[in-house]
Nanobody, 125 residues
Framework: QVQLVESGGGLVQAGGSLRLSCAAS????????MGWFRQAPGKEREFVAH????????YYADSVKGRFTMSRDNAKNTVYLQMNSLKPEDTAVYYC??????????????????WGQGTQVTVSS
């Protein structure tokens, strides 16, 4: 049973930073694609970033490029999302997700197999 558990959300002032973590368990992820998504109230879930467990480049949504950094620690089976220069429009529930057998890189939420429970990030102005 694949499990993804996010942590690290909270309330921060605009311009501040947070680091989200996502601990993955239940299988090996050597061929998996890990993604971060977010969903603000009344809006659709949107792609934030993704990274392959096996390495390679990280890809970001334009709205977070240059401010957010996604990384992974294979030994801990954990991925991270370092968020700097936060803006009020970054306020959302943040989810990590995994596409178990990646095959190709994707930003589409419906192409990911498993999801965490989400962690709230609130940025005050």
């Amino acid at each position: 049973q694949v499990q993804l558990v996010e942590s690290g959300g909270g309330l921060v002032q605009a311009g501040g930073s947070l680091r989200l973590s996502c601990a993955a368990s239940g299988r090996t992820f050597s061929r998996s694609l890990m993604g971060w998504f977010r969903q603000a109230p009344g809006k659709e879930r949107e792609f934030v970033a993704h990274i392959m467990w096996s390495g390679g480049n990280t890809y970001y949504a334009d709205s977070v490029k240059g401010r957010f950094t996604m990384s992974r620690d294979n030994a801990k089976n954990t991925v991270y999302l370092q968020m700097n220069s936060l803006k009020p429009e970054d306020t959302a529930v943040y989810y990590c997700a995994v596409r178990v057998l990646a095959g190709y890189l994707t930003t589409r939420a419906n192409e990911y197999d498993y999801w965490g429970q989400g962690t709230q990030v609130t940025v005050s102005s």
